[in-house]
């Protein structure tokens, strides 16, 4: 690899899991747009619904999202009863019922427990229509599941599960503040199999403390080995000026660079070889899985959960500092417990920020979604479906330019294509779209 494709690979830039990104969500949207936002949807619009728990046992110390350790019970029964009022207050406030997709995220959504998790599943269905294949999805952490909560999952529908695995070794799990052993992993996936759960995605991680590639490699194997059917592989964002418990990351135990692309390469090469496909820029799947076939046929969809088959109108966003997409812009959920559910007390929708698309953030959106999930896009004729003049993004080329003289991307007219060696860096190529990286100067994670 030569200086200036290492230099690049060190930038930070987004991992636009949207368009705008959410340092650039503001206070200006409130309950208020939510609740105009809500009312416009049709009542035939197609809706995905995501229902985020902040909580866990205990925080493992490179974790990223919006969380916190909880031991008692009491905070879990007081956060299901507000889900549940939230759920009837979004219900009461759009037309739209027809529910095509169901995700569950946190922290460890599980940590409600069989029954209070059987209600809330509950609850969505006495409110909204499921659709017959609606697609019901939860991540777990695999050392919490056991025969009640997989009998609870099943019962509510559940019918897609990711496992938490990140690393099988030891050494890297001491270090990442994570003990999981293999075994764990091996005897949840048994239990999920044998009770009729058999859509299994794993999630991996490279980049961790004291991680190598040998690690990496031997990781790969061992999870291709249970036969998931698909898997995620994320590079440890180290931002411990976000996430406070990074802190306890010694920065000197991560790989440089260089080595972060040898692990993310090698992780690839290794599940490649175990028949999985490459999808976007961190999934594999077997080839004859749904989120293949959409690849190949140019459908593939990222969103906040990363790549995905949901092409719903509107995503809704449940609990605290969960994101909700709607047709007219983004709106997030309050972060903070005590003040999301007195809103919710209050009757109001729990929204403390949002961004309100312009057409031109729909349009360099769909440029930059179309490139993170083919590495391809042809922005002219993107502008021009959109009735903007072929060539209104062409404020791009320049910052293409390093990308194209490295390797990275080629550029025919206005058809840009990410390389085969360029792929890790796609998010460089979409970030040359992004109209908001140099007005407001956020944080992010480093490329690659
Ligand atoms: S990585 Fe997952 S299990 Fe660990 S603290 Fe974060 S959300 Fe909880």
């Known amino acids: 690899m030569t200086a200036a494709s290492l230099a690049l690979s060190e930038r930070s830039v987004p991992r636009y899991t949207s368009y705008p990104t959410a340092p650039h969500f503001s206070a200006e949207i409130g ?33 990223g999202c919006h969380t916190k350790a909880l ?106 503040g994570r003990d999981q052993p293999y075994e764990a992993v091996e005897r949840c996936v048994a239990l999920l199999r044998s009770g009729g759960l058999s859509a299994i995605n794993f999630d991996l991680m490279y980049g961790l403390p004291q991680q190598s590639v040998d690690d990496v490699i031997r990781t790969a194997r061992l999870a291709a080995g249970l036969a998931p059917s698909r898997l995620a592989v994320f590079g440890y964002a180290h931002v411990p000026w976000f996430a406070v418990h990074q802190r306890l990351i010694d920065s000197a135990a991560l790989a440089g660079a260089n080595e972060r692309l040898a692990q993310a390469a090698a992780v690839r090469e290794t599940l490649e070889s175990e028949g999985f496909e490459a999808i976007g820029l961190d999934h594999f799947s077997r080839p004859h899985d749904m989120l293949a076939v959409a690849a190949r046929a140019g459908r593939l969809h990222r969103n906040f959960q990363g790549y995905t088959t949901d092409d719903a109108d509107a995503l809704i966003g449940l609990g605290v500092s969960s994101i909700g997409r709607l047709p007219q812009g983004y709106l997030g959920n309050i972060g903070d417990t005590g003040n999301w559910r007195r809103a919710i007390e209050a009757e109001r929708l729990p929204i403390s920020r949002g961004l309100a698309f ?51 991307a080629e550029l025919n007219g206005r058809r840009l294509a990410i390389t085969d060696y360029g792929r890790p860096f796609v998010r460089l190529a979409a970030a040359a779209f992004d109209a908001y990286l140099e007005a407001k100067a956020a944080r992010h994670s480093v490329a690659v």
């Open 31 to 63: 309950a208020k747009e939510a609740g105009e936002w809500l009312a416009e949807l049709s009542p035939s619009a197609g809706l995905s619904l995501y229902l985020h728990v902040p909580f866990c046992p205990a925080i493992c110390t490179y974790c």
């Open 71 to 176: 031991r008692q019970d009491a905070p879990l029964t007081a956060y299901k009863e507000t889900l549940l009022r939230e759920i009837e207050l979004v219900s009461a406030a759009t037309r739209a019922r027809h529910v095509r997709s169901i995700h569950w995220g946190g922290g460890t959504p599980s940590m409600l427990g069989p029954s209070r998790f059987r209600e809330v599943a509950r609850t969505l269905g006495e409110y909204f229509d499921l659709d017959a294949d609606v697609e019901h999805a939860i991540e777990l952490d695999p050392r919490l599941v056991d025969e009640a909560l997989v009998e609870a999952l099943l019962e509510s529908g559940v019918n897609r599960v990711s496992l938490g695995v990140q690393d099988f070794n030891p050494h890297v799990q001491k270090a990442s």
């Open 358 to 408: 312009s057409g031109e953030d729909v349009v360099r959106g769909e440029i930059i979604e179309r490139l993170m999930c083919d590495f391809a896009v042809d922005f002219g004729a993107v502008a021009k479906a959109h009735f903007y003049r072929e060539d209104a993004f062409d404020d791009a080329k320049p910052r293409l330019a390093p990308l194209i003289d490295e390797g990275l």
